[in-house]
């Protein structure tokens, strides 16, 4: 194929054309995601803070078309990300509640609510975390009854050894 373009055009347009094929893909791919952070809310990265002496977590959501901040926390330590300006938009993910934010703020009810899918989602991601829960308490319960058999393993050879 390059030889064919190279007999049309000759070899150093083809060079030049391979250079600004190039240097276009390459501004694209720089540009293209900042075209989209632009047009999108955003959220910042998570910092703790205290406050009143309990930790939290505290990030910053942005939402196009908007200079307003909204600031969402959680509880070190626990699930939901909470909006501390809207008392009913928490979630367990920090991007899926600045995203709860800023349709909120834009009136577009029908995404702020959970969906059916959300609620599916968060009651299998908590099924899933109690089954975890359960799993690790039966491992307590299998090590401490080893350790409690190898404590009175022991016990007998020490007698075995008095005798």
Not at 72 to 88: I, Q, T, V
Not at 89 to 114: Q, S, W
Not at 141 to 149: A, D, M
Request: charged residues 30%; glycine residues 4%; negative net charge.
């Amino acid at each position: 194929m390059a030889c064919v373009v190279e007999l049309f055009i000759g070899c150093e347009n083809y060079m030049l054309l391979i250079k600004k094929v190039a240097v276009a893909a390459l501004l694209g791919s720089l540009l293209l995601p900042l075209g989209q952070t632009w047009a999108n809310d955003s959220v910042s990265l998570r910092k703790l803070v205290l406050v009143a002496g309990i930790r939290y977590w505290q990030a910053v959501a942005t939402c196009d078309g908007s200079e307003d901040e909204y600031k969402l926390r959680r509880r070190e330590g626990k699930d939901n990300w909470c909006a501390m300006e809207f008392d009913e938009i928490c979630d367990p993910d920090k991007t899926t509640t600045a995203k709860k934010i800023c349709a909120h703020v834009r009136g577009d009810e029908a995404l702020a609510d959970n969906t059916a899918e959300d609620a599916e989602k968060n009651e299998a991601r908590t099924a899933l975390i109690n089954e975890q829960i359960d799993i690790e308490r039966k491992l307590i319960v299998l090590r401490q009854r080893g350790l409690e058999l190898q404590k009175r393993e022991l016990e007998l050879k020490r007698e075995q050894v008095q005798y």
